[in-house]
C-alpha cells in the first residue's frame, strides 16, 4: 500500500540550531502539505507544495517538494522554543491523504 | 466561531462495548475526514466522505462504522469487532477539489477499561 516514510523520528537540538525532516513516499504525489501537532494538541496546517521542485518560505521555515513529486523536506533554521511539537508531512494520492510518521522536535533552552 | 468541535475529550469502552465518537462542522466543508493515532505513528485514515450520504473506506476501516446524514456531522462508531482500539482518533474537514488543507478538531482519547 501507499506508504510515507519520514525522518527521524525524534531530534533533539539546542536553542539556535537548525532541524530538518524529510519525507519519502513510494509513489509520486499530486501535492504534499505540512502539518505541527504542538504536544497535547491537534494537526494544524503549515503549508502546501504543488509544482516540481517548489521551494516555499514562511519566516524561518523552509519547504521543498522534490523534482519528482516523491519527497519533500521542512528546514527550521535558528530553533526557538517555540517551535517544539512534531511534524507531520501529508502526501495527496486520488482522494487521500497519507501522512507521515511524524518528527517529534525538542528544543533545549 | 467556525470550527470543528469533537466529543467527548476522553471516552473509556468496555469488552464488547459499541461506542460513538461525535464530530461536527460549521465551517460548510463538504469533506470530512476520521483518522487515527497512535503513538509513534503518522496518521492513518480510517473513513472519509465527500458529500452527504457517501462515505469511503480509509486503510483501517475494519472495526470502524460511519454515518453522514447531514453535511456538518461526521459520527464514528468504534464496534466490539475493533480488538485494539486505544488510540487518539482525529477528525478532520476540508473543502473537496484537489489539494485542500485539513482542519482537523482537538481529537477524543479513547482507551479500553
Known amino acids: 500500500g501507499q506508504q510515507v516514510m519520514q525522518i527521524p523520528q525524534y531530534q533533539h537540538v539546542q536553542e539556535g540550531e537548525d532541524f530538518t525532516t524529510y519525507c519519502n513516499s513510494s509513489?509520486?504525489?499530486?501535492?504534499i502539505q505540512w502539518y505541527k501537532q504542538r504536544p497535547g494538541g491537534h494537526p494544524v496546517f503549515l503549508i502546501q507544495?504543488?509544482?516540481?521542485?517548489e521551494v516555499k518560505k514562511q519566516k524561518r521555515l523552509t519547504f521543498q517538494f522534490g523534482e519528482a513529486k516523491k519527497n519533500s523536506s521542512l528546514h527550521i533554521t535558528a530553533t526557538q522554543t517555540t517551535d517544539v511539537g512534531t511534524y507531520f508531512c501529508?502526501?495527496?494520492?486520488?482522494?487521500?491523504?497519507?501522512f507521515g510518521t511524524g518528527t517529534s522536535l525538542t528544543v533545549i533552552p | 466561531d467556525g470550527g470543528i468541535t469533537q466529543s467527548p475529550k476522553y471516552l473509556f469502552r468496555k469488552e464488547g462495548q459499541n461506542v460513538t465518537l461525535s464530530c461536527e462542522q460549521n465551517l460548510n466543508h463538504d469533506a470530512m475526514y476520521w483518522y487515527r493515532q497512535d503513538p509513534g505513528q503518522g496518521l492513518r485514515l480510517i473513513y472519509y466522505s465527500q458529500i452527504v450520504n457517501d462515505f469511503q473506506k480509509g486503510d483501517i476501516a475494519e472495526g470502524y462504522s460511519v454515518s453522514r446524514e447531514k453535511k456538518e456531522s461526521f459520527p464514528l462508531t468504534v464496534t466490539s469487532a475493533q480488538k485494539n482500539p486505544t488510540a487518539f482518533y482525529l477528525c478532520a474537514s476540508s473543502i473537496p477539489g484537489g489539494g485542500e488543507k485539513l482542519f482537523f478538531g482537538s481529537g477524543t482519547q479513547l482507551s479500553v477499561l
Open positions: 507544495l504543488v509544482k516540481s521542485g
Open positions: 501529508a502526501g495527496r494520492v486520488g482522494n487521500q491523504f497519507y
Open positions: 509513489t509520486t504525489l499530486s501535492n
